[in-house]
């Protein structure tokens, strides 16, 4: 038995040649998954320096503009592998079948493939967790290419129709269609139990919602990527990934 046939293949797509944006890739595991990309020659994608777990021989880096992100070319005449592990799930999304437009925290971009543009969108300070201590940073992804995330614990994901309102803790945002909006930061009061910070979400839209448990607190900082958000707090990053195109 192969190692990818253990880690037991959850998702498997096979890019169109015929497409110069779209990606071959497969995502393997249940909690802890990896994501293994295969580049056509002159493909780039960038990504987190500490998410590249493997590749092949042809794959080149080079600087993304940021200190922890990487851009990763197929340099050879064939299709190379790269591997990626953001330490929790991965979350895959095509651009072109979500109107070409979506929202993600900071922290749980992965990679962004060709034909994907980044650029801040939003900061919100009140929404601070032990992973975001600076807020929620919010990324907008624009383009017709592919987006991949990591989200922390268990992912879910839930659909609010248009004035659907959902209050939701800010760590656990994993991911947000462009439509959905933060209409407030607002403290919750839980009787005797004490009260938590909450975002006011509100629909239409499809929200990604991840667990986010104190199993993943102690797995980032074993990974030395415990002081990442601090790092992206000081250097967002901005509009790099355009050079993925």
């Known amino acids: ?41 002159g493909q780039r994608v960038a990504t ?15 600087s993304a503009g940021h200190p922890a992100l990487v851009m990763a070319a197929c340099i050879g005449p064939a299709p190379a592998r ?7 799930q991965v979350g895959a999304f095509n651009l072109s079948g979500m109107a070409g437009r979506m929202l993600l925290p900071q922290d749980s971009f992965l990679a962004a493939g060709p034909g994907v543009r980044l650029r801040p969108y939003s900061q919100f300070h009140g929404l601070t967790s032990r992973r975001r201590p600076n807020g929620l940073q919010l990324m907008l992804a624009e383009g017709n290419g592919w987006l991949f995330s990591g989200g922390q614990g268990e992912v879910s994901e839930m659909t609010l129709n248009a004035g659907d309102t959902l209050a939701v803790h800010g ?11 933060i209409d407030s930061v607002e403290q919750c009061a839980f009787g005797a139990g004490g009260s938590a910070v909450m975002a006011l979400l509100r629909g239409p839209g499809r929200v ?11 797995v980032t900082a074993l990974s030395g990527r415990g002081n990442l958000a601090a790092q992206q707090a000081e250097r967002p990053l901005g509009l790099i990934a355009r050079r993925a195109t």
Do not use: K, Y
């Open 82 to 88: 790269l591997v990626l592990s953001p330490g929790g």
């Open 208 to 218: 990604w919602l991840q667990s986010a448990g104190e199993t993943h607190e102690v």
């Open 48 to 62: 987190w320096r500490s998410a590249v777990i493997a590749h092949d021989h042809l794959i080149s880096f080079e």
């Open 171 to 181: 760590g656990a945002i994993a991911a947000l269609s462009a439509m959905v909006v």
């Open 1 to 41: 038995m192969s190692f990818m046939e253990a880690a037991c293949v959850v998702h498997e797509h096979r890019g169109d040649v015929e497409c110069v944006n779209d990606l071959g890739f497969d995502i393997s595991g249940r909690i802890m998954q990896q994501l293994a990309l295969s580049l056509a020659p």
